[in-house]
């Protein structure tokens, strides 16, 4: 009796190699077709096909198995050749992990944002405004060691009798108040006819959320080399913004920053909801840079400090935050724009003061 079911067994081992030999001759057929349908856009999930299949098996079935167990067990067949087809795939993005080992780190001059580097701090006015107004946010920034300005000349605005924004003038000026005290510019950009006057006065291009999906701009911005902070469309998914991110990187430049601010919800007392799992998952997923935008992302002053430490707990690069010398009478978000007493207090509540001061250069220690 024994020897009777070793033998048996050892037929079953047998078929059980002869099985995966098959197997695995399946799957680099499927993988073969998984990337023609890849160059020609098709989707890797025919379902009419795949009934097909399931006729045709359960027709040919003599059994012991019935129809019911043979489906399942050839859906799960096919199900594995497509998770290898859509690993495939993830294979030939330029902003997947699979594609890069390691981590992008976006220079900019001699910054440096990205994984290993110490946070950074993005700083200044949501809309440039006025000499006076764009030179005194530089000054003060400047002086408590923040290095990345920011300012909005050209203002993707919801009302269009509201600021528009100063346009180049406006980008003249921030470029002005940047140099003037040692400053990088970040400015957004709307439309690509103005690159080159970016390209001149600007370190790096914005992309705002209203833009992400505008593919006629990413492509022209991915033509340039200038680093992008490309910020996750309101209602974005995650895999729409880093699809953003690949047009960018697939037209040629690799110098791209995420930037999550907040997504659009159904919750009315905040302007929109901290996506902090996107951080996380934008981090493990890529190898690109992610900061926060905390402004953006609640909409409210008294979320700034708690926004930015959960920010950076969970991996981001750096935070975003705007700062005017007088929000009251800011011309655009007048809310949650902080003054420059408030931003001391922030500086100090969320550790970046410690970072930004030359002795040092830590913030949370993860
Ligand atoms: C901004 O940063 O000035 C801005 C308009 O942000 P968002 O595109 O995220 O709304
Ligand atoms: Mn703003």
Redesign the pocket.
Known sequence: MEAKIRSLRDEIDALNLELLEKLSKRAELAEAIGELQTQTGSSHYDPVREQEMLDALTAANRGPFDDATVKSLFKQVFQASMHLEQEQDKKSYLTSRRSRSRDTIVEIGDLRVGSGEPPVLIAGP?AIESREQVEATAARLASRGVTLF?G?AF??RTDPYSFQGLGVDGLRLGREAADAHGLKFVA?IMDARDLPAFEEHADVL?I???NMHNFTLLRAIGRSRKPVLL?RGLAATIQEWVMAAEYLLHEGNPNVILCE?GIRTYEPTTRNTLDVSAVALAKLETHLPVVV?VT?SGGRRDLLVPLTKAGLAVGADGI?VEVHPNPAVALSDQKQQLDFDDFDAYLEATGYAKKLSPERHEVYGF
């Open positions: 949501c920011r909005g203002k993707p957004e914005q705002g959320a209203r910020k601010r935008d953006h975003m």
